[in-house]
């Protein structure tokens, strides 16, 4: 069983920074993808970002220019640098993991961002 630990989510100001990381636990071979997530009340939950072990990365649309993923493979854990933030990316975010490129099957247990205007 894969164990996903988040933290580095609190309060910070529109155009402030924040830095999330993840650590997976519990597997002995290099995750071939990492992502980052998010759910805002009342929506949907939707990709952020993620990062293959090759280092094939991806960004949702909204956050391309403010937020940077990177990973240390070597300890399977992933980061997420979000800088600019806005009061829109106030939301829940997960850090998930594809072991085998498979599909993001295990989960972290959130932890929450709050932008304030």
């Known amino acids: 069983q894969v164990q996903l630990v988040e933290s580095g989510g609190g309060l910070v100001q529109a155009g402030g920074s924040l830095r999330l990381s993840c650590a997976a636990s519990?597997?002995?071979?290099?995750?071939?993808?990492m992502a980052w997530y998010r759910q805002a009340p009342g929506k949907q939950r939707e990709l952020v970002a993620s990062?293959?072990?090759?280092?094939?990365?991806n960004y949702a649309d909204s956050v391309k220019g403010r937020f940077t993923i990177s990973r240390d493979n070597a300890r399977n854990t992933v980061y997420l640098q979000m800088n600019s933030l806005k009061p829109e990316d106030t939301a829940v975010y997960y850090c998930?993991?594809?072991?085998?490129?498979?599909?993001?099957?295990?989960w972290g247990q959130g932890t929450q961002v709050t932008v304030s205007s």
């Open positions: 990062a293959t072990s090759g280092g094939r990365i």
């Open positions: 519990g597997i002995g071979f290099t995750i071939n993808a």
């Open positions: 998930a993991a594809d072991r085998l490129g498979l599909g993001y099957t295990d």
